[in-house]
C-alpha cells in the first residue's frame, strides 16, 4: 500500500477542510507538519493532489478520485465507532429468562427488583415452565438462562446450586397437622392428597415417598403446578406438597404450610453449556446469582 492510513487521514482532513490550517485544527497537530506530510506523500505517488490557489488547496481530478475512494471506508470505520460504542455500554439491556411457576410469584420478582437496582433499565420478558421443559428451552436457545429446582443433567446444560429451597406440606387452618412444626410423609399418608401428574418434579416426589411407604394414597384430585394445588387445597379438597414461597400468607391466608423433614432442594441457575453470553448478560446473570443470596 503506497500511503498508510495516517497519510490518508491527513489528505482527507485537508480535502473536506480545503486549507493547510483547517486539517491542522481538524487533526490537532501543526500545520508544518501537514504541509510536510502532503508533499511527501505527493513525492511517493509521483502526482499532485492538490493545486494550491492563494492559500486554498483545489483538489486535483487524482484527488477528488481517491478521495471518492476513501469516504465509504471512513463511512465503514464510524459506523465501527458506533457498534463498539453500542456493545460496550449498557444499551442492550433486554433479556429473556425461563423460570418455574413455584418461583415465578415471590423468588422472581424480589431478585428482579434487586437487580434492576444495580441495572437500571432492564427489560425482563420471563416464561413460566415446569422443571421438565426448561431444559428444551435452554439448547434450543429460548432464552438467556433459566431458574429452576432440579438439574436437568444435560450435556449442553451449566446447573449451578444456589439458595436452599424447604418443601413443604401444605394443609387447611384448621387441619389435624396444621399445629405441627415439622412433618414427615408418613404424617400425611392418611390424609386426603392433592397430588401432581407423574412426569412432574413434585409428583416423582411424592410417589418416591408413598412407595417407600409402601402406601397407596387417597388421591381426591391430580393436578400439575403447585399454585393450583395449593388453590385446591383452600377448597377443602386433601393436602399437598409445594416448595417454600409457593403458599405464602399473603397468597393463601386460609393455608398452612409446614415444613417437611430433610427435604430441601437446591435453586439452580441453568445456562447453554456451549453458548457464551454477551457481556451485559453475563453481568444480568452474575448479579442475580449474588442477589438472590439475600432471599434465603
Given at each position: 500500500?503506497?500511503?498508510n492510513?495516517?497519510?490518508?487521514?491527513?489528505?482527507r482532513?485537508?480535502m473536506?477542510?480545503?486549507?493547510?490550517?483547517?486539517?491542522?485544527?481538524?487533526l490537532?497537530?501543526?500545520?508544518?507538519?501537514?504541509?510536510?506530510l502532503?508533499?511527501y506523500?505527493?513525492?511517493?505517488l509521483?502526482?499532485?493532489?492538490?493545486?494550491?490557489?492563494k492559500?486554498?488547496?483545489?483538489?486535483?481530478?487524482?484527488?477528488?478520485?481517491?478521495?471518492?475512494?476513501?469516504?465509504?471506508?471512513y463511512?465503514?470505520?464510524e459506523?465501527l465507532?458506533?457498534?463498539?460504542?453500542r456493545?460496550?455500554?449498557?444499551?442492550?439491556?433486554?433479556?429473556?429468562?425461563?423460570?418455574?411457576p413455584s418461583?415465578?410469584?415471590?423468588?422472581?420478582?424480589?431478585?428482579?427488583?434487586?437487580?434492576?437496582?444495580?441495572?437500571?433499565?432492564?427489560?425482563?420478558?420471563?416464561e413460566?415452565?415446569?422443571?421438565?421443559?426448561?431444559a428444551?428451552?435452554?439448547?434450543q436457545?429460548?432464552?438467556?438462562?433459566?431458574?429452576?429446582?432440579?438439574d436437568p443433567?444435560?450435556?449442553?446444560?451449566?446447573?449451578?446450586?444456589?439458595?436452599?429451597?424447604?418443601?413443604?406440606?401444605?394443609?387447611?387452618?384448621?387441619?389435624?397437622?396444621?399445629?405441627r412444626?415439622?412433618?414427615?410423609?408418613?404424617?400425611?399418608?392418611?390424609?386426603?392428597?392433592?397430588?401432581?401428574?407423574?412426569?412432574?418434579?413434585?409428583?416423582?416426589?411424592?410417589?418416591?415417598?408413598?412407595d417407600?411407604?409402601?402406601?397407596?394414597?387417597?388421591?381426591s384430585?391430580?393436578?400439575?403446578?403447585?399454585?393450583?394445588?395449593?388453590?385446591?387445597?383452600?377448597?377443602?379438597?386433601?393436602?399437598?406438597?409445594?416448595?417454600e414461597?409457593?403458599?405464602?400468607?399473603?397468597r393463601?391466608?386460609?393455608?398452612?404450610?409446614?415444613?417437611?423433614?430433610?427435604?430441601?432442594?437446591?435453586l439452580?441457575?441453568?445456562?447453554?453449556?456451549?453458548?457464551?453470553?454477551?457481556?451485559?448478560?453475563?453481568?444480568?446473570?452474575?448479579?442475580?446469582?449474588?442477589?438472590?443470596?439475600?432471599?434465603?
Open positions: 500500500m503506497l500511503l492510513f495516517r497519510q490518508l487521514e491527513v489528505f482532513a485537508i473536506i477542510s480545503k486549507t493547510i490550517s483547517g486539517a491542522a485544527e481538524l490537532h497537530v501543526s500545520q508544518p507538519g501537514i504541509s510536510r502532503l508533499k506523500m505527493e513525492y511517493k509521483g502526482i499532485d493532489l492538490f493545486e494550491r490557489n492559500g486554498r488547496l483545489i483538489p486535483t481530478p487524482e484527488g477528488e478520485e481517491l478521495f471518492k475512494e476513501l469516504e465509504p471506508i463511512a465503514r470505520i459506523d465507532d458506533i457498534t463498539i460504542n456493545i460496550t455500554q449498557l444499551n442492550d439491556l433486554q433479556f429473556r429468562i425461563a423460570c418455574t418461583l415465578v410469584s415471590y423468588v422472581l420478582p424480589r431478585l428482579l427488583a434487586k437487580v434492576r437496582d444495580k441495572m437500571p433499565g432492564i427489560k425482563v420478558e420471563v413460566a415452565l415446569p422443571n421438565e421443559e426448561i428444551n428451552y435452554i439448547t436457545r429460548r432464552c438467556d438462562f433459566a431458574l429452576g429446582i432440579y443433567n444435560h450435556p449442553l446444560i451449566l446447573s449451578e446450586t444456589s439458595i436452599s429451597i424447604g418443601l413443604h406440606c401444605v394443609v387447611p387452618h384448621d387441619h389435624p397437622l396444621s399445629n412444626k415439622s412433618v414427615t410423609f408418613k404424617d400425611m399418608v392418611k390424609y386426603d392428597m392433592v397430588m401432581f401428574y407423574p412426569d412432574t418434579l413434585l409428583g416423582k416426589k411424592l410417589q418416591r415417598a408413598f417407600e411407604l409402601e402406601a397407596i394414597p387417597n388421591i384430585v391430580v393436578i400439575r403446578y403447585a399454585d393450583d394445588a395449593c388453590a385446591m387445597v383452600e377448597q377443602g379438597l386433601g393436602i399437598t406438597i409445594a416448595f414461597h409457593t403458599a405464602r400468607q399473603d393463601f391466608p386460609n393455608l398452612r404450610t409446614i415444613p417437611i423433614k430433610s427435604h430441601n432442594q437446591r439452580r441457575f441453568l445456562r447453554h453449556n456451549g453458548v457464551p453470553m454477551s457481556n451485559n448478560t453475563k453481568k444480568f446473570y452474575e448479579l442475580a446469582k449474588e442477589e438472590i443470596r439475600g432471599l434465603d
